[in-house]
């Protein structure tokens, strides 16, 4: 009586709340006529809500696994479930749409038009869902909100921006689709300690306010610590996964910064 029901369960182990399932997740690049592992064996959960660092030197893998992560690569093994689906197994255009629809990107390099104003990078990815311009503004002034990037700058072009928010503005345009899931890549390397927080500042909000599920990756173990959980990455493999009970309060102190 107790298992009548168990042949309905999905494969996949139920959780209420899990955003991100890795499984024995593998990438190899052919090189000549050996190959590279550049992920081995990489299994995590992470629930939604979470704020999570993955921390590792350069070279460590990295990248390739926010690619994973972020359905711009697939792994050559193992299994990754999204929000309960399996999505290594889907064709490359209901990839796209997950991606679009589910998921914000913020890179170290910002990657903004650079001519174009503030309000059309974040724009951008409504114009590409194919949201009408008159229901765009709504869901761009919040973003930019979100992001805490003053409304006068908001006619600015993005080239016209200082660092801080320039990646403001970066971060407006991962939010303004309302992903389930932000993934970070080094997103303070190209700036300084003090706008490095403004950035990291953001995040912590995003998360505490907005519940947002974060993915934070860095080589630094100063920007892992304001994060509640840091999987440590080398080599390829995930090496430590370690709750952060005290993660660090990010401050904005310089007035540099201009947040
Ligand atoms: N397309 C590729 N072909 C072969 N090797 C690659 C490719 N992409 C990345 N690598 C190798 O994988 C390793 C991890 O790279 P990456 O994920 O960028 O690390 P990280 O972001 O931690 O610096 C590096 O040794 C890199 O040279
Ligand atoms: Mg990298």
Same mark, same amino acid.
């Given at each position: ?5 168990? @042949? *309905? ?53 990295? /990248?390739?696994?926010?690619?994973? *992560?972020?359905? *711009? ?7 990754? +479930?999204?929000?309960?689906? !399996? ?5 490359? !255009? ?14 170290? @390099?910002?990657? +903004? ?25 709504? %869901? ?17 072009? /993005?080239?016209?921006? /200082? ?11 991962? *939010? ?14 190209? +700036? ?48 430590? !996964?370690?709750?952060? %009970? ?14």
């Amino acid at each position: 009586m107790a298992f009548a029901s168990s @042949a *309905l369960l999905p494969v996949a182990p139920v959780s209420d709340n899990c955003m991100i399932e890795l499984r024995e997740i593998e990438k190899r690049y052919p090189t000549g006529d050996t190959e590279t592992v550049v992920l081995r064996d990489v299994s995590f959960r992470i629930d939604a809500g979470e704020f999570v660092a993955i921390m590792g030197p350069s070279g460590s893998g990295k /990248s390739t696994l926010m690619h994973i *992560l972020g359905l *711009l690569d697939a792994p050559s093994h193992g299994t990754y +479930l999204l929000e309960g689906t !399996d999505v290594a197994a889907l064709p490359e !255009d209901e990839r796209a749409a997950i991606r679009s629809r589910r998921i914000g990107f913020v890179f170290q @390099a910002f990657n +903004l038009l650079p001519r174009a104003t503030v309000f059309r990078n974040v724009a951008l990815p409504l114009v590409y869902a194919g949201m009408a311009r008159r229901v765009r503004r709504a %869901h761009i002034e919040r973003a930019l909100t979100a992001a805490g990037l003053p409304a006068d700058r908001w006619q600015h072009r /993005s080239n016209q921006l /200082s660092g801080g928010q320039m990646q403001r503005v970066a971060i407006a345009r991962a *939010l303004v689709n309302d992903p389930a899931l932000l993934l970070a890549d080094e997103p303070t390397g190209n +700036l300084d300690t003090a706008t490095g927080e403004v950035v990291l500042e953001t995040f912590q909000r995003l998360h505490q306010e907005a519940h947002r599920t974060i993915v934070l990756i860095t080589h630094e173990q100063y920007v892992a610590e304001h994060a509640q959980r840091i999987l440590h990455i080398r080599d390829g493999a995930i090496r430590e !996964d370690i709750r952060n %009970h005290a993660p660090r309060i990010a401050r904005i102190t310089s007035p540099h910064a201009h947040p």
